[in-house]
C-alpha cells in the first residue's frame, strides 16, 4: 500500500496532517463512547428497578382488585366503569448527538370514575395502584427506547473508532514511514553526491 504513495515532502506533510486528526478523532469517538456507555448502564438499572416496582404495584392492585371482588362482586365493580385516558406527551433530549426519547402520562391527581356509592377501599386502592402503573409503564417506554437507541450508537461509534484505531492510522503511519525512509535515502544520496563533486573540485 505504501508503494502507491507518492514519496514528496508535500505528502509527508499532508500524512502527518492526516494521522493527528485521526487520532484525535479516535480520542473524541473512545470518549464519546464511554459517556454513551456510562448512560446506557444508568437506565438500564433505572429500568430494572422500574420493572421490580411495575411487578410490586401490580401484584398489590390485582389482591386489592380480588379483595373488592369478594366484597362487592365483580358485576358491581364492572358497573359504571369505563376506560380513562391520560394524555401521553413525548419530549427528547440529546446525548453526545443521540435523540432519546422521554414519554410522560399526564398525570393529575387520580379521580376515579366509577361512582362512591356501591364500593369500598379496596376498589379505591386497586385504582390508585393501577394508575401507578401506567405512570411507571410509560416511564420504562421512555428508557427502554432509550437504551435501545443508545445500544445502536455505542456499536456505531465502536466500529467508527475500530476502524481508526485498526485500518486508517496504521496506513498512515506506516505511509508515513516509507516516504520519511525515501526522503531520508535521497538526501544522503545527494549528501554523497555533492561531495563527491567537492572532492573532485578540489583535485
Do not use: W
Not at 402520562?105 to 356509592?117: A, I, M, Q, R, T
Request: glycine content about 6%; hydrophobic content about 40%; overall charge positive.
Amino acid at each position: 500500500m505504501a508503494g502507491t504513495v507518492i514519496p514528496t515532502k508535500g505528502n509527508l506533510l499532508a500524512l502527518k496532517r492526516s494521522l493527528a486528526q485521526a487520532r484525535l478523532g479516535f480520542e473524541l469517538l473512545d470518549r464519546k463512547r464511554n459517556v454513551l456507555m456510562r448512560e446506557m448502564m444508568k437506565m438500564i438499572d433505572e429500568s430494572a428497578q422500574l420493572q421490580r416496582d411495575i411487578g410490586t404495584t401490580f401484584s398489590q392492585a390485582y389482591r386489592a382488585l380480588q379483595t373488592a371482588n369478594v366484597t362487592l362482586g365483580i358485576d358491581q365493580i364492572l358497573l359504571g366503569s369505563e376506560p380513562e385516558e391520560n394524555g401521553l406527551t413525548l419530549s427528547s433530549r440529546s446525548v453526545m448527538g443521540v435523540e432519546l426519547p422521554t414519554t410522560a402520562l399526564d398525570h393529575k391527581p387520580p379521580k376515579p370514575v366509577y361512582s362512591f356509592g356501591n364500593t369500598n377501599a379496596a376498589l379505591d386502592y386497586a385504582y390508585l395502584c393501577f394508575d401507578r402503573v401506567k405512570q411507571l409503564t410509560a416511564r420504562l417506554a421512555s428508557i427502554d427506547n432509550s437504551v435501545y437507541r443508545l445500544a445502536v450508537a455505542i456499536k456505531k461509534t465502536q466500529r467508527r473508532a475500530n476502524m481508526l484505531e485498526n485500518v486508517n492510522i496504521p496506513k498512515f503511519e506506516e505511509n508515513i514511514r516509507f516516504i520519511s525512509g525515501v526522503l531520508e535515502e535521497r538526501e544522503r544520496e545527494e549528501f554523497t553526491r555533492l561531495k563527491v563533486i567537492k572532492r573532485g573540485k578540489s583535485e
